[in-house]
């Protein structure tokens, strides 16, 4: 309840009480601008760093990875491109804070530690595998382990080309 009378009661009037000090020192028409170049510059960051975070998703992701930090990333991004929409230098100011990845980082880093801690007192069972094919020694399925919870890593090379030179010679 108090986050709530926070949010909808407290910030709406501090964000008024900073428009009304704004607008008595720049100008009401001033002000007004202000506010609608913080929206447009915040939806152009907001889309540029979005697009970035979900090309680094989309990496990870390939690389049979999960992309846990950029699923942190993209939920700060979204609460940062809220609050730039919502007028106000207040609310405008955070959205900021959100949308520039040094302190972006850091919330994802503050998200992801209370993420690990919540999901290690409680069960949480993730699979995977659905997603990714079959390869030539059978289903892939990256995330897997062995009986002693090892995973087992290997290299390969590819002798196609030189066992075919062979068999053309003789």
Request: charged share 20%.
């Amino acid at each position: 309840m108090p986050v709530f009378l926070f949010l909808f009661i407290v910030m709406p009037v501090a964000e008024l009480v900073v428009l009304i000090k704004v607008g008595g020192v720049i100008g009401a028409l001033n002000t007004i601008a202000l506010v609608f170049l913080t929206a447009i510059v915040g939806a152009w960051l907001l889309r540029k760093q979005g697009l970035a975070t979900l090309l680094r998703a989309n990496q990870r992701l390939n690389s049979g990875e999960l992309p846990a930090k950029e699923v942190a990333e993209g939920l700060i991004l979204a609460v940062g491109g809220a609050m730039l929409l919502a007028p106000g230098f207040i609310t405008d100011a955070f959205g900021f804070f959100c949308l520039l990845p040094g302190t972006r980082h850091w919330l994802a880093a503050q998200a992801m530690k209370r993420m690990v801690v919540a999901g290690q007192s409680r069960s949480f069972h993730f699979q995977s595998g659905a997603g990714f094919g079959a390869g030539p020694f059978g289903p892939q399925r990256p995330f897997d382990r062995d009986a002693d919870g090892d995973i087992i890593e290997g290299e390969y090379k590819d002798q196609t080309e030189f066992d075919r030179d062979k068999l053309e010679k003789k």
